[in-house]
């Protein structure tokens, strides 16, 4: 087995990839309507990162719940620096919900949270020995 991809569901497709694009550095790979199921999706994908984004056709987005501790469930992307990351979210004005936070010598992660609410973590791993096949 190996790792294929992670769904969200959004309300706004479009909005949803302008986020993940425009301010992520994601790229569209390829988006599907389906009338039958009543759904459109979209792929993206940054480095190994392959991330569907779904949205429900005809349906008003019911309000979501705030995202709250302990973030799950998330979609965790590795970073090389962590610090470099989060100046980044700062700069395209997305706000940090947790973080950064650190266990000394092993990992750094931050929670930050798309438009429709939908957790995300940035990790950066300092030792390799804390994750196996990595």
């Known amino acids: ?28 790979t390829w988006r599907h309507r389906n009338e ?5 999706c979209a792929f993206l994908s940054a480095g190994d990162v392959r991330l569907e984004l779904l949205s429900v056709l005809g349906e008003s987005q019911t309000e979501r719940p705030l995202p709250a501790p302990p973030y799950c469930p998330h979609l965790a992307i590795a ?20 973080g950064p936070l650190e266990v000394a010598g092993k990992v750094r992660w931050l929670y930050f949270a798309d438009p429709d609410g939908n957790v995300i973590e940035y990790v950066e791993w300092l030792s390799p020995k804390t994750i196996a096949d990595r």
């Open 1 to 28: 087995m190996f790792y294929d991809h992670f769904a969200f569901e959004v309300a706004d497709l479009d909005a949803a990839i302008r986020f993940y694009v425009d301010r992520l550095g994601f790229k569209e």
């Open 36 to 40: 039958q199921e009543a759904e459109e």
């Open 79 to 98: 970073v090389d620096d962590l610090l470099l990351a989060a100046a980044a979210l700062k700069e395209q004005d997305i706000a940090i919900l947790r």
